[in-house]
């Protein structure tokens, strides 16, 4: 077992008793919620005449089923419209937080606690989302759970979980011109597979890693689960402590600050750690990367021929297949040239100032494709305001991308935001499954948000690096 | 179909207490195929509710179904495994969303266990808190059970949680059971709300301790 990890100081920090099953019971530093897994769990406990246990620590908003496009309420989906009721109801009686449409603050849950300060190092973070391992990038210990899950930590503040093991992946060297962190981790999912990491905590290293911003390191724990681990996480430093002191939390309370780094700090892996196991990559040798079949792990460089099902081990082999029909490429091209019909740059992987900023490089004095219906999904109402303060939304409108509110959106087709029919949807989200946008004939690539801009503008999957980026022109 | 020792038909998960679930017993029903996805079990559109109940008949339901809905080739679709109650699967079965509508919905189409190479951990999970449990065994074994399940739509199967055996036609295989899953089942500790709430005092101290919670965030007496 690891020992002086992050995760092993965190875990100790949080048990609060081993259970008779042989489960720790787990306290939970943050819980957040949304309207699609927690009115059941609120339910059960209505039924249970229990209360909730610890509100102060709870905080929610609604991104799945919100619409991006007409806000105004009721929305116009009834059953969308019965969830948000719901969660309004639920939280207003217990007297948890809301970050709802009306404050400013609503966006994707995995936005919305990183840029508000409510994650922060050393903490438990749990949500009934799989994608909550983003909070991960802030050195928390953090994961999804199901609804019943969820109805534990209301009613006891709590999760009954089984210590995981702990790999180290060290990503060696320097991340080359167009490569981001959308690369990195849909290389190791590539390498270790969809159910690599079931059993294991992710801990990310290695220079590669420490030289990313805070929005990068959240998109690479963001997809820790697509690769089976259920948490991953980056040990915190100077940039994670920057980014903090500008959140709610610090802001006017620097003090406060100064108070809790001792703690966070002191989370930090030691040196001589132990892992169950560890993993290097080669940072300087990844190129842009994109998905060519049904799995995030069915991934291949930009420049790099599409495998063919037999050079595969051998239980990958059937997988590979139907994805490859379903996508209808063929083993030995490259991706580069796949006709698109839409590209989404959005969700909890990819919706954030920074990833906005990046992809409006590359969109700028150009425009959407005729056969492309283009849109950006701010990953929250602040990120929205900022793009649009700093110009990036002209720069995407005025190409021919739609500019809609914060939200889940295209990433799992809850909403209107769906893919129609066999459309092929160039996305910055983090799951290529059969049927996530909506459509069961739909296809989905992954890609970097700049990548997912320049199949925007050329209708095709390209290799952004071919493209030159503008710097913005302020009138 | 029967779940000695208690049914977890019986329990959506609201309940009271939970019971111990030993065994398993009913006819199977083979799913083939690794990565099949919790999207798969339940698509997206089926979320849009404030509780699971129903959620049984939208299993695969993009799999079972076209766009005019009639039905497709899925053995969910197939008249000779209604009624199952044993699912057999292959790897990484329950990957991708954490949404509990999956094992919700497969539960109230009837399945009460499920065996197959290996689970994805959240999808796991939550099978263990509807009392489902989630067994493994070789990519060989496995096949050779979907193999016998297809010869025998009407055969009993057998899947014993303490024993962590799994019994058919004459045959008896070993499987895994995770160890807390095991224990929480057959003790019948599946169901962590009561179990956890009885340590209120002790989450407290834990609470205290921890730097970053603040005194105004911990309820004020006893919980």
Same mark, same amino acid.
């Given at each position: 077992?690891?020992?002086?990890?992050?995760?092993?100081?965190?875990?100790? /920090?949080?048990?609060?008793?081993?259970?008779p099953?042989?489960?720790?019971?787990?306290?939970?530093?943050?819980?957040?919620?949304?309207?699609?897994?927690?009115?059941?769990?609120?339910?059960?406990?209505?039924?249970?005449?229990?209360?909730?246990? &610890?509100? #102060?620590?709870?905080?929610?908003?609604?991104?799945?089923i919100?619409?991006?496009?007409?806000?105004?309420?009721?929305?116009?989906?009834?059953?969308?419209?019965?969830?948000?009721?719901?969660?309004?109801?639920? @939280?207003?009686?217990?007297?948890?937080?809301?970050?709802?449409?009306?404050?400013?603050?609503?966006?994707?849950?995995?936005?919305?606690?990183?840029?508000?300060?409510?994650?922060?190092?050393?903490?438990?973070?749990v949500?009934?989302?799989?994608?909550?391992?983003?909070?991960?990038? =802030?050195?928390?210990?953090?994961?999804?759970?199901?609804?019943?899950?969820?109805?534990?930590?209301? !009613?006891?503040?709590?999760?009954?979980?089984?210590?995981?093991?702990?790999?180290?992946?060290?990503?060696?060297?320097?991340?080359g011109d167009?490569?981001?962190?959308?690369?990195?981790?849909?290389?190791?999912?590539?390498?270790?597979?969809?159910d690599?990491?079931?059993? &294991? @905590?992710?801990?990310?290293a290695?220079? !590669?890693?420490?030289?990313?911003?805070?929005?990068?390191?959240?998109?690479?724990?963001?997809?820790?689960?697509?690769?089976?681990?259920?948490?991953?996480?980056?040990?915190?430093?100077?940039?994670?402590?920057e980014?903090?002191?500008?959140?709610?939390? +610090?802001?006017?309370?620097?003090?406060? =600050? *100064?108070?809790?780094?001792?703690?966070?700090?002191?989370?930090?892996?030691?040196?001589d750690?132990? &892992?169950?196991?560890v993993?290097?990559?080669?940072?300087?040798?990844?190129?842009?990367?994109?998905?060519?079949?049904?799995? $995030?792990?069915?991934?291949?460089g930009?420049?790099?021929?599409?495998?063919?099902?037999?050079?595969?081990?051998?239980?990958?082999?059937?997988?590979a297949?139907?994805?490859?029909e379903?996508?209808?490429?063929?083993?030995?091209?490259?991706?580069?040239?796949?006709?698109?019909?839409v590209?989404f740059?959005?969700?909890?992987?990819n919706?954030?100032?920074?990833?906005?900023?990046?992809?409006? /490089?590359? @969109?700028r004095?150009?425009?959407?494709?005729?056969?492309? /219906?283009?849109?950006?999904?701010p990953?929250?109402?602040?990120?929205?305001a900022?793009?649009?303060?700093?110009?990036?939304?002209?720069? =995407?409108?005025?190409?021919?991308?739609?500019?809609?509110?914060?939200?889940?959106?295209?990433?799992?087709?809850?909403?209107?935001?769906?893919?129609?029919?066999?459309?092929?949807?160039?996305?910055s989200?983090?799951?290529?499954?059969?049927?996530?946008?909506?459509?069961k004939?739909?296809?989905?690539?992954?890609?970097?948000?700049?990548m997912?801009?320049?199949?925007?503008?050329?209708?095709?999957?390209?290799? @952004?690096?071919d493209i030159?980026?503008?710097?913005?022109?302020?009138? | 179909?029967?779940?000695?020792?208690?049914?977890?038909?019986?329990?959506?998960?609201a309940g009271g $207490?939970a019971?111990?679930?030993?065994?398993?017993?009913?006819?199977?029903?083979?799913?083939?195929?690794?990565?099949?996805?919790?999207?798969?079990?339940?698509?997206?559109? =089926?979320?849009?509710?404030?509780?699971?109940?129903?959620?049984?008949?939208?299993? +695969?339901?993009?799999?079972?179904?076209?766009?005019?809905?009639?039905?497709?080739?899925?053995p969910?679709?197939?008249?000779? +495994?209604?009624?199952?109650?044993?699912?057999?699967?292959?790897?990484?079965?329950?990957?991708?969303?954490?949404?509990?509508?999956?094992?919700?919905?497969?539960? /109230?189409w009837?399945?009460?266990?499920?065996?197959?190479?290996?689970?994805?951990?959240?999808?796991?999970?939550?099978?263990?808190?509807?009392?489902?449990?989630?067994?493994t065994?070789?990519?060989?074994?496995?096949?050779?059970?979907?193999?016998?399940?297809?010869?025998?739509?009407?055969? #009993?199967?057998?899947?014993?949680?303490?024993?962590?055996?799994?019994?058919?036609?004459?045959?008896?295989?070993?499987?895994?059971?995770?160890?807390?899953?095991?224990?929480?089942?057959?003790?019948?500790?599946?169901?962590?709300?009561?179990?956890?709430?009885?340590?209120?005092?002790?989450?407290?101290?834990?609470a *205290?301790s921890?730097?970053?919670?603040?005194?105004?965030?911990?309820?004020?007496?006893?919980?």
């Open positions: 077992m690891s020992e002086g990890t992050l995760y092993d100081k965190v875990w100790d /920090r949080h048990e609060v008793t081993e259970l099953t042989g489960q720790t019971q787990l306290f939970v530093g943050l819980h957040l919620i949304h309207e699609v897994t927690s009115p059941q769990a609120f339910g059960m406990l209505d039924e249970r005449g229990m209360e909730v246990a &610890y509100p #102060e620590l709870t905080h929610a908003t609604v991104d799945h919100v619409p991006t496009a007409d806000q105004s309420r009721p929305y116009g989906d009834d059953a969308a419209e019965e969830m948000m009721s719901e969660l309004e109801t639920n @939280v207003r009686e217990a007297g948890i937080r809301f970050s709802d449409p009306s404050t400013g603050d609503q966006g994707i849950v995995h936005v919305v606690g990183p840029e508000q300060g409510l994650t922060q190092p050393g903490k438990t973070v949500c009934g989302d799989s994608h909550t391992s983003t909070h991960g990038a =802030f050195g928390a210990l953090a994961f999804g759970i199901g609804t019943s899950q969820i109805r534990d930590v209301l !009613a006891t503040g709590c999760v009954a979980m089984e210590k995981k093991d702990v790999r180290r992946i060290e990503v060696t060297g320097e991340l167009g490569v981001e962190a959308k690369d990195v981790i849909l290389e190791i999912i590539r390498t270790l597979g969809t690599g990491g079931v059993g &294991y @905590v992710y801990e990310y290695g220079e !590669a890693i420490e030289s990313l911003d805070m929005e990068g390191r959240m998109s690479i724990c963001n997809m820790s689960i697509e690769g089976g681990a259920r948490a991953g996480y980056v040990n915190p430093d100077e940039t994670t402590y980014w903090l002191a500008d959140t709610d939390e +610090f802001a006017d309370d620097p003090e406060r =600050f *100064e108070e809790l780094k001792p703690y966070w700090e002191s989370v930090r892996s030691d040196d750690a132990e &892992y169950d196991d993993v290097t990559i080669d940072g300087d040798s990844l190129e842009p990367m994109v998905t060519w079949g049904t799995t $995030p792990g069915q991934g291949v930009i420049t790099q021929p599409i495998p063919a099902p037999d050079d595969l081990p051998e239980d990958k082999r059937d997988t297949e139907r994805a490859q379903h996508m209808g490429v063929t083993p030995g091209e490259t991706m580069e040239g796949y006709q698109v019909d590209a740059l959005g969700s909890c992987t919706a954030r100032l920074t990833d906005l900023r990046r992809a409006a /490089r590359v @969109v004095g150009r425009t959407v494709h005729d056969d492309v /219906r283009a849109m950006v999904v990953g929250s109402q602040r990120v929205q900022a793009a649009e303060a700093e110009g990036l939304a002209d720069t =995407f409108r005025e190409a021919g991308f739609e500019w809609r509110n914060a939200g889940c959106s295209m990433c799992l087709g809850m909403n209107e935001d769906q893919l129609e029919g066999a459309e092929t949807c160039a996305s989200s983090n799951r290529n499954f059969v049927g996530r946008q909506g459509s004939d739909g296809r989905t690539v992954l890609m970097n948000p700049r997912v801009a320049a199949a925007a503008v050329t209708g095709e999957v390209t290799d @952004v690096r030159e980026e503008r710097e913005e022109v302020r009138a | 179909m029967s779940a000695d020792g208690s049914d977890p038909d019986a329990d959506d998960g $207490p019971e111990t679930v030993l065994r398993v017993s009913g006819t199977g029903v083979p799913v083939r195929g690794n990565d099949i996805d919790t999207d798969q079990i339940i698509p997206a559109r =089926f979320m849009k509710v404030v509780t699971f109940d129903g959620l049984g008949q939208f299993s +695969f339901f993009d799999q079972r179904f076209t766009d005019d809905d009639e039905e497709k080739d899925h969910f679709n197939e008249e000779r +495994f209604q009624g199952a109650s044993v699912l057999a699967v292959n790897a990484n079965f329950g990957c991708g969303s954490s949404r509990e509508h999956a094992p919700q919905a497969l539960m /109230r009837g399945i009460d266990a499920i065996v197959g190479e290996s689970f994805a951990e959240i999808f796991a999970g939550n099978c263990l808190a509807l009392g489902v449990p989630t067994v065994a070789d990519h060989e074994s496995i096949n050779a059970l979907q193999q016998w399940i297809d010869d025998h739509p009407d055969g #009993e199967i057998d899947v014993d949680v303490a024993a962590e055996t799994v019994t058919y036609g004459g045959n008896e295989m070993s499987v895994s059971v995770d160890d807390a899953q095991r224990r929480a089942l057959v003790e019948g500790e599946w169901d962590t709300t009561a179990l956890m709430k009885s340590n209120a005092g002790a989450v407290r101290e834990t *205290e921890l730097p970053y919670v603040r005194d105004d965030q911990i309820p004020a007496g006893d919980r």
